[in-house]
């Protein structure tokens, strides 16, 4: 397929190895932190309601268009305003508010992927299989439950247990540094689950890419190509945490 990067003219596009979207074949992402409008700018300038309006409209012409909505939930309490600049690494803290934005979302989605912590948020709960089972009801779509070293589960259809989906196993491995772990766990997983493949292999992916992410120095030029993944799966690695 033909690969075609969209820039921004950043700087540090070629630096970091960033493109503002990419396209494959049918498959088109797109990177950015803000909403962008028609013309290629920012919607809403610094108002996140204007932003938030932006978003919930996209994922409308998305549906009716018969597109994929994917949402990783990938929760910061910090940029919530719930905790300050120097707690950029609190991974949890409950908020009414902040579960009741995320289930309108939810509700809208095809694909919804998490840590625990973030599957509590997104479920405004305190246990983990309530919180999976409050989502669920919410809404049909496949949920992802990252859980770190311990591998994956998916998802489809009713939850009875924490280990009642697909369980994709983890890679123990030395880890240098966790950045970029879940966007690598991101990468692996749709690379399966955009092209059809069963959810162990998806899975399986998935676990591979953040593994090979957190054992490397740097974050998104330290993403493994899909070559590099398969020689892993084949042939592991000696070095354990």
Not at 2 to 28: D, L, Q
Not at 157 to 184: C, M, N, Q, S
């Amino acid at each position: 397929m033909t690969r075609r990067n969209i820039s921004s003219g950043s700087k540090y596009e070629p630096i970091i190895g960033f493109s503002r979207a990419v396209r494959i074949g049918n498959i088109i992402a797109v990177g950015g932190s803000a909403p962008l409008g028609p013309d290629g700018k920012n919607v809403g300038g610094d108002d996140p309601a204007a932003q938030k309006r932006a978003c919930v409209e996209a994922i409308r012409i998305a549906r009716e268009n018969g597109r994929k909505v994917i949402f990783d939930i990938d929760y910061r309490p910090n940029l919530w305003g719930l905790a300050g600049h120097g707690a950029g690494d609190a991974r949890y803290i409950p908020s009414a508010e902040v579960s009741a934005r995320l289930r309108k979302v939810l509700a809208q989605c095809d694909l919804i992927v998490g840590t625990e912590e973030e599957i509590l948020i997104g479920a405004g709960e305190s246990d983990l299989l309530k919180a999976l089972q409050a989502i669920r009801a919410n809404s049909t779509a496949t949920i992802v439950l990252k859980r770190g070293p311990m591998g994956c589960v998916v998802y489809d259809g009713a939850i009875t247990t924490i280990e009642a989906g697909v369980v994709g196993r983890g890679f123990p491995i030395e880890v240098y540094h966790v950045l970029g772990a879940g966007d690598a766990f991101m990468s692996g997983f749709l690379r399966g689950w955009l092209r059809g493949e069963p959810h162990d292999v998806s899975a399986t992916w998935a676990n591979a890419c953040g593994a090979l992410t957190v054992s490397r120095l740097l974050c998104s030029p330290e993403s493994a190509t899909f070559e590099e993944l398969q020689f892993f799966l084949k042939n592991g690695s000696p070095f354990r945490a």
